[in-house]
């Protein structure tokens, strides 16, 4: 008899045991009791992501020097330069660039485990304008037999754009922007707990795979 109770008490501690893995694992999630590491799925850290709309990330500050000759489309063009409507002007602007996260869809990233991978949108140019206050022209003049075009300045104004936006791209605005938006983006990660990030180029480009450390992965913020 005392045998039985004593086969009965110890499955009695078994079945209690297994029940209380099994509610762990099933209930303890609700109080908060789940495993240690990002609590977020594809959906929502894609939502979150994409919050971060146009992530501007570089600015460069140019100064050119713009030339602009408007020869005359009529006999006077037989006179040569002295018939050139003539402007030259300093130019200083600002060129900006960024990401821009809102164009992510739901095959541009994926949650697994600690891991994110993401498929980066292409750097753009998102904005480039003249300074006004530091832009000046420095000559002007009227060709001979010509009338005053008043127009002629802000057509120059509008090809000295042009020509610092070209002069930003060829200067490597846009790889210093899509580098400035990985570094951003492995701080918000890491934030969130995760461990690795995996960006993957929308060009064809091999894979990046970084380990989310605070030391070597994550910008320090400026003093």
Do not use: C
Request: hydrophobic share 40%; glycine share 8%; aromatic share 6%.
């Amino acid at each position: 008899m005392q045998k039985l109770k004593n086969i009965t008490g110890l499955l009695l501690v078994i079945v209690i045991f297994g029940l209380g893995i099994y509610l762990g694992l099933r209930v303890g999630p609700w109080f908060g009791f789940a495993r240690s590491g990002p609590r977020y799925n594809t959906p929502v850290l894609l939502k979150q992501v994409q919050s971060l709309s146009q992530l501007i990330t570089v600015q460069y500050v140019l100064e050119r020097t713009v030339v602009w000759d408007d020869p005359p489309s009529n006999l006077l063009s037989m006179l040569g330069e002295t018939s050139y409507n003539h402007v030259l002007l300093l130019a200083h602007g600002i060129v900006k660039a960024g990401v821009d996260l809102s164009r992510l869809g739901p095959d541009d990233l994926r949650v697994e485990d600690t891991k994110v991978i993401i498929v980066l949108p292409p750097a753009m140019i998102t904005d480039a304008y003249l300074d006004d206050s530091q832009t000046k022209v420095i000559e002007r003049k009227t060709g001979f037999l010509r009338s005053f075009d008043k127009d002629l300045e802000q057509t120059v104004r509008l090809n000295a754009v042009d020509d610092l936006r070209r002069a930003a791209r060829s200067g490597g605005i846009l790889t210093d922007a899509e580098a400035r938006a990985r570094t951003q983006l492995a701080n918000l990660f890491l934030q969130l707990g995760f461990k690795e990030v995996e960006f993957r180029s929308s060009q064809g480009l091999p894979p990046d795979l970084l380990n989310l450390t605070p030391r070597e992965n994550v910008e320090k913020p400026a003093p």
